[in-house]
């Protein structure tokens, strides 16, 4: 075996977080701390799954369901009432509704992002926060969906917008992007639900195999499938997991460019950019790693897995964040650019009207969430601190949600011809509805965090030292340029190294 | 369930009249503590020939695919025809119902429309491309993971390893050799003492 530096003393920070998040070129940080073995990952994880849960989950669950609350009696009096009881006029008919879709199908983003584009980069930090990150998007997407359903206006026609055969031999227009959209985001439902699931295969075995509780160990029973941990099922497994990670790739990016073309193939100054596709994207994933930030940080605080969700997942996600926000600023500064360098009286007018017009608040406060914000996160003192961390993660969630704001309603509000220039102002039912949305999020990831396995335990497991065989004179083995994760001496028995 | 049941017949003749039939040996089972230990035992199984036997892990182990010799799979050229599919489905399906007016054979009233948007061609390839993608990857998704369903013959509720309670340590964080008793190479007291020479943590009979 090749020279392998021992792991540098590691302090402790905040109390009890072990800060693994030096940088020594010649040596892997590990990525689970506080000596941790196979058993105590299964322990500590599927603990959360089949214990009672803490007081405060009840208190979450208490008010995340009465904004669900809230948010199926809007829903409700809307379709009773119609879509006049929100503030959309002429020429605002996007307005909070398509906002509220797009801010959630974005933060849907980074989920796969996570679980694919990083699988695929064998960025093994990856596994420590992949299926929240999971789960988080798919209930983004929910929200998200419900969005346009109910913007149709007759919701029990939305139907339609699938190509259902029909007596009326009536077909959807398949060259509107609108209609894209149907499809990509379908497709991006069922592909992250798929991958979630598949992922989570293995861990309800574990939650199966660990229950003591006859209904628990039916029900974990009847989804884990009869899994058994073959490695010959293992071998296409993994097989299928690839595949999955490289279809969801490409459809990662097209999701929210799909989204983006709802804007960029129409007339309207400020919409019309060709810039969108990849803004839209950057932007997506810069809100997506803010929401997983939001929600990791507190999860492994109340379950004590600071040790599997380290100071250094907290730190890489923040580095993501920083360069998908500058990516994202580079795109606001491209857009102002843009308008000045065409000459197009229109275009021009459209973002001076951002900036100085009909409502510069959103303008400023996603200037100032997105772009201002996110820079302190070059320090890294400030990567390494929860509450800083915290701070910035919800600035950009708001950041993320007024930049759908600006983007939507403000080129909305003052077109070319100013006899047909309009305000918006949002009634209780817009208000209501987003508050509610956050209660359909919550809700479901509550019950998510409670009684699914909130950490891919397998995935953990096969990233530790312990779990690469070592050779010892074996051909097969004995390759001395591979050594994933390799920290410190042998690891016999299961046992990682000493705690640090 | 580490019973020393002595032999006995492992056909299904074997049916006394009072106490129904008598268990079966299924498999025997072989615990290990660590990925070195089953690798190793992986090889020897491998290496004498046996071809109905698994490794039993906690998460997929690197390189144990060599030593237990397991193929490739064959599942990534389904997921191309899924995908192939696919494209054509969503080919189809935009042209059929935009661009066509063909009627279906068996079915009334049933036939494409021809849109005229902004008096643009009812055909062109690029605005269908993005719903085609759709299509492509939603059909190669579903084929990986029902097919790798299909193919690990998965959901399986029934199987004689759950009713070892020492078994429900796989999905924790112990490591099994299973020798299937339809081997053709079984024989019960061969395959014992080659897994004892294994140093295991415990051996065990598995009962149908």
């Known amino acids: ?38 058993a105590d990952v299964t322990r500590v994880v599927t603990r959360i799954a089949l214990e009672e849960p803490p007081g405060w989950w009840y208190l979450a669950f208490a008010g995340a369901l009465g904004l669900l609350s809230l948010m199926g009696i809007t829903i409700g009096y809307l379709m009773l009432a119609g879509v006049g009881v929100w503030g959309n006029n002429q020429p605002v008919a996007w307005a909070f509704d398509i906002v509220n879709f797009v801010f959630w199908v974005g933060i849907g983003h980074a989920g796969t992002l996570i679980s694919a584009i990083l699988f695929l980069f064998r960025q093994n930090w990856r596994t420590s926060i992949n299926r929240f990150a999971e789960a988080m998007t798919i209930f983004a997407v929910i929200c998200a969906a419900t969005f346009p359903g109910i913007h149709v206006g007759r919701p029990w026609l939305a139907y339609w917008l699938f190509p259902i055969p029909n007596q009326m031999a009536m077909w959807p227009q398949f060259r509107s992007p609108l209609l894209w959209d149907v499809f990509a985001v379908g497709t991006y439902f069922t592909v992250s639900l798929l991958f979630w699931y598949v992922g989570m295969i293995p861990d309800l075995a574990t939650l199966r195999d660990k229950s003591k509780n006859r209904i628990q160990q039916i029900l974990y029973g009847i989804f884990s499938l009869g899994w058994t941990g073959s490695c010959r099922a293992w071998h296409r497994y993994e097989r299928a997991y690839l595949l999955l990670a490289a279809l969801s790739t490409p459809l990662v990016l097209s999701v929210h460019s799909v989204v983006s073309f709802d804007f960029a193939t129409s007339q309207l100054p400020g919409w019309h950019t060709t810039i969108f596709p990849p803004y839209f994207v950057a932007g997506a994933v810069f809100g997506g790693f803010a929401m997983v930030l939001t929600l990791a940080i507190p999860c492994r605080a109340l379950f004590g897995l600071k040790d599997i969700i380290t100071l250094r997942h907290i730190d890489n996600m923040n580095k993501v964040m920083l360069a998908t926000g500058l990516i994202v600023a580079y795109a606001y500064s491209v857009e102002f650019f843009t308008a000045w360098y065409s000459q197009h009286y229109y275009e021009q007018f459209a973002f001076q009207n951002r900036v100085f017009g009909a409502a510069p608040w959103a303008f400023w406060c996603m200037f100032i969430c997105n772009v201002f914000a996110p820079q302190i996160l070059w320090f890294k003192w400030a990567r390494n601190s929860l509450v800083i961390t915290f701070i910035v993660a919800n600035f950009v969630n708001a950041g993320m949600w007024f930049e759908r704001y600006v983007i939507i309603v403000t080129s909305l509000q003052r077109d070319f011809l100013s006899s047909s220039w309009g305000m918006f102002k949002p009634s ?33 497991k096969s990233i530790m030292p312990q779990a690469h065989a070592h050779g010892h004179g074996d051909p097969d083995l004995d390759r001395t340029d591979y050594r994933p994760d390799e920290t410190a001496h042998d690891h016999p028995g299961g046992k990682a190294h000493p705690a640090v | 369930m580490s019973t020393a049941i002595a032999e006995h017949p492992t056909s299904h003749a074997s049916v006394t009249e009072d106490a129904g039939p008598l268990p079966q040996v299924a498999a025997v089972m072989a615990e290990f503590e660590n990925v070195d230990d089953v690798m190793h035992a992986a090889r020897t199984v491998r290496d004498a020939g046996f071809t109905r036997w698994d490794v039993h892990s906690p998460f997929p182990i690197h390189g144990i695919d060599g030593a237990m010799g397991i193929k490739m799979t064959v599942l990534p050229w389904l997921v191309l025809c899924g995908g192939l599919t696919g494209l054509l489905g969503g080919l189809a399906l935009t042209w059929w119902t935009n661009a066509s007016k063909i009627p279906t054979p068996f ?102």
């Open chain 1, 1 to 38: 075996m090749a020279t392998i530096t021992t792991i540098p003393h590691m302090p402790v920070r905040n109390g009890d977080d072990i800060d693994n998040t030096f940088d020594d070129a010649r040596i892997r940080a590990p990525l689970i701390v506080g000596g941790k073995g196979f």
């Open chain 2, 107 to 208: 079915m009334a009233n049933l036939q494409g429309y021809q849109f005229l948007i902004s008096g643009k061609p009812v055909w062109s390839l690029a605005a269908n491309i993005p719903v085609m993608f759709e299509t492509t990857v939603l059909l190669s998704a579903l084929t990986a993971v029902f097919g790798m369903l299909i193919l690990n013959r998965l959901p399986m509720h029934y199987n004689p390893l759950f009713k070892s309670e020492r078994f429900h340590r796989v999905t924790d964080d112990r490591f099994f050799v299973v020798i299937d008793s339809r081997d053709p190479k079984f024989n019960e007291s061969e395959v014992t003492s080659m897994l004892q020479k294994l140093n295991p943590l415990s051996l065990e009979k598995v009962e149908d």
């Open chain 1, 428 to 460: 209780w039912v817009d208000l209501a509805l987003l508050a509610g949305s956050f209660g359909l999020f919550f809700t479901l990831f509550l019950l998510f965090i409670k009684f699914l396995p909130i950490i891919a335990m397998a995935e953990v």
